[in-house]
């Protein structure tokens, strides 16, 4: 158990749809970091957010958004479904000094 | 751009030989290195890391060694079990935490 938590685990919705995603990061972990697996890819980065800022950005598309908040939560917010966002979601954190990332179970999202 | 890669898709090891994996990097910026073990449908393990400083990091049966001036790091795992048959993902932090697409790790009985 890595202390990411992500929830749900699981989510099946139709295109043209808004889901939310959300993150729980470890105890004591600033940064909370978003990644993208699409079937049999690697791990696209999306977008790290430190301490409630947004960090740095990756490929994330303009119907994607994401926020962290006070108590340090991190969602990801997905719009306008297509067929083509079906993936696993990921989110990871680290600590304020920076190393490793800690990743979570990942959220399996298909949209039909 | 693909800042981070991994050439080799799959490779297939002897249980208890040395099992090599391999990254390429091309961004001089990158201060830090990681590996990640991961299994279908769970997330990234982390394995082990080296700071850009250092030219080898060691942690049981796994050492990663990093070659600067090639650009170049790799993770040994000797000896090879079963259990370490998984997808491995080595990953580069500069701003953010780039990753490879994974090498397929076989260990054949």
């Known amino acids: 158990d890595s202390g990411v938590t992500q929830t749900p685990k699981h989510l099946i919705t139709a295109t043209g749809q808004r889901v939310t995603l959300r993150c729980s990061p470890r105890s004591g972990d600033l940064s909370v970091y978003w990644y993208q697996q699409s079937l049999d890819q690697g791990l696209q980065f999306l977008i790290q957010?430190?301490?409630?800022?947004?960090?740095a950005k990756g490929n994330i598309l303009e119907r994607f958004s994401a926020q962290q908040f006070p108590d340090l939560h991190s969602e990801l917010n997905l719009s306008s479904l297509e067929l083509g966002d079906s993936a696993l979601y990921f989110c990871a954190s680290s600590p304020p000094r920076g190393g490793e990332a800690f990743f979570g179970q990942g959220t399996r999202l298909t949209v039909v | 751009d693909q800042q981070v890669k991994q050439n080799s898709p799959s490779l297939s090891v002897q249980e208890g030989r040395i099992s090599i994996l391999n990254c390429d990097y091309t961004?001089?910026?990158?201060?830090?290195f990681l590996w990640y073990k991961k299994y279908p449908a769970e997330g990234p393990t982390f394995l082990i890391s080296?700071?850009?400083?250092?030219d080898k990091n060691e942690d049981g049966r796994f050492t990663v060694f990093l070659n600067k001036s090639a650009k170049h790091l790799s993770l040994h795992i000797v000896p090879s079990q079963p259990g370490d048959s998984a997808v491995y993902f080595c990953?580069?932090?500069?701003?953010?935490?780039?990753f490879g697409k994974g090498t397929r790790l076989h260990i054949l009985p």
């Open positions: 961004n001089s910026m990158f201060d830090y």
């Open positions: 080296i700071s850009s400083i250092k």
């Open positions: 957010y430190y301490n409630g800022e947004e960090r």
């Open positions: 990953a580069a932090r500069g701003d953010k935490i780039i």
